[in-house]
């Protein structure tokens, strides 16, 4: 991959209001994504890619890393916030599973992000939450950045 | 099988981890995402750091490869530690990790709850560079699932 993206800067704290910061995001995820996933973070965990060994471990078919869905949904706030050294603290929780069968079909998830608080300069505070379908795989209530 | 307790409050400590250019470009290709703050020194020195920076939850390499090593470990009592699933995972970053950092994480398992047939494992894992400087905190919620799961 190549950076061709340009480099902004901190967003300034000043003029930020509560409100949805970016568009929503959807991402395509495949079974090669999940591999891809596991590799880069070091997670060979086989819930995540093994038919046979995540039935053997009690689960219908692999499912997707909650991490995975965490740091792509983390990225509509460093595009916004123009700096990913800008988020500071973050916490979320997977109050559901994303299945991913091996059938060839994709397992589409779509991030929203919003400001819930606009703080004592330079922090701010956004939700952040993946939805598969109408149900919600991710939800990040405490999102703390650090702006200009 | 059952998590043993007296594990509760024990640290345990990782063997050091150099964070390189190459593993945080990779990790952010698999995250799709070109910023240049991970791709780019020269852009990341503009924004004011060393070198290319990891992306905010990278230091779940650290944090999860620690967590595995201590789960694994007969003594710690998982009968099957595959399934363990993710349930909460909390950072507070005091900086950035940067290429070059040589970082070292002390886990501390901070508490079992024992939810139905279901063990809840919580780990407080904190993140230091080679100067011994905090650089990350991380919280993580790990949920043991019973043999009958569709």
Same mark, same amino acid.
């Given at each position: ?94 109050? *559901? ?6 059938? =060839? $079909? #994709? ?8 400001? +819930? /608080? ?6 701010? *505070? ?6 598969? =379908? $109408? #149900? ?8 703390? +950045? /650090?702006?200009? | ?150």
């Amino acid at each position: 991959m190549t950076a061709t993206a340009t480099i902004t800067g901190r967003r300034p704290h000043a003029g930020v209001e509560v409100g949805p910061i970016l568009a929503d995001r959807s991402f395509t995820l495949h079974r090669r994504d999940l591999v891809r996933y596991a590799g880069s973070s070091c997670d060979y965990n086989p819930i995540h890619y093994d038919d046979t060994l995540a039935r053997e471990a009690g689960l219908a078919t692999p499912i997707v890393q909650g991490m995975f869905t965490m740091g792509l949904a983390l990225t509509l706030v460093t595009d916004w916030a123009g700096d990913p050294a800008a988020i500071v603290d973050f916490g979320g929780r997977f109050p *559901r599973q994303v299945p991913m069968p091996n059938t =060839g $079909e #994709a397992a589409e998830i779509v991030a929203s992000a919003s400001v +819930v /608080e606009v703080l004592d300069a330079p922090l701010v *505070r956004l939700s952040v939450s993946v939805r598969l =379908g $109408e #149900a919600r795989v991710l939800t990040m209530p405490r999102v703390l +950045v /650090e702006l200009a | 099988m059952a998590i043993n307790p007296s594990m509760v409050g024990e640290v345990f400590a990782a063997e050091p981890y150099e964070v390189s250019r190459e593993k945080i470009r990779e990790f952010a290709a698999a995250l799709r995402d070109d910023n240049p703050a991970y791709h780019d020194p020269d852009a990341a020195q503009a924004l004011g750091h060393p070198d290319v920076i990891a992306p905010p939850s990278f230091l779940m390499i650290i944090s999860l490869e620690a967590e595995r090593k201590l789960v694994y470990d007969p003594a710690f009592g998982i009968g099957d530690p595959r399934r363990l699933v993710h349930r909460e995972q909390r950072f507070a970053h005091r900086r950035p990790a940067h290429a070059g950092d040589r970082l070292t994480v002390a886990i501390r398992v901070t508490d079992v709850e024992y939810l139905g047939d279901n063990e809840v494992l919580h780990f407080e894992d904190r993140i230091t560079d080679a100067d011994g400087e905090l650089v990350s905190t991380a919280t993580s919620t790990f949920v043991s699932f019973p043999e009958e799961r569709a």
